[in-house]
């Protein structure tokens, strides 16, 4: 190993890195030498690093379930001429999921309900989005979602339906 036997002093500074005086070598040696200290001291540089670890953990919360408790049934609804008739109806849901989780549910602002000859009914949903929590003891929390619907002597007469998708997500 002669070319690191002309390497005279090796200087470290407080952050643990090294300088090196070469001395009385041509600068194409002085290049070679400097380039193996450098080397070597890589592998040595290693030892300023630091290492840590942080703990990973994840909670699944269960599926939550949305299921009709009570059909909206607006019952019987009566055309008159000349004028209109308002009514509004409540339906109700339940939910179930993880045991004290909040809960975000939103309702659709309409409901189109499919009649006789490709007739429609638009029912207007008056229940606002909400923010809730399930409860702590069983999981499980009640809703209710209420309707209007207009007809007039325009409307066809006929049974219709429809479908009122809610959406519940956890917060």
Known sequence: MYYFEKISKIITNS??????IITGEPPCKKSAI???????????????????????????????????????????????????STKQATGSFGITGEKGASVSIDYPATITL??????????????????DSLNPGNGRLTKNIVGEVTVDNSTTAGNYSGTATVTVSYV
């Open 15 to 20: 952050l643990g890195r090294a300088s090196f």
């Open 34 to 84: 400097l380039t193996a200290a450098l080397i070597t001291l890589g592998a040595s540089y290693s030892a300023f690093a630091a290492t840590g670890s942080v703990s990973v953990v994840a909670k699944v919360f269960q599926a939550l379930t949305v299921t009709q408790t009570q059909a909206m049934d607006f019952g019987n609804l009566y055309v008159t001429t000349g004028s209109s």
């Open 114 to 131: 499919a009649g006789p000859s490709s007739s429609t009914l638009n029912v207007t949903i008056q229940t606002s989005d909400e923010n």
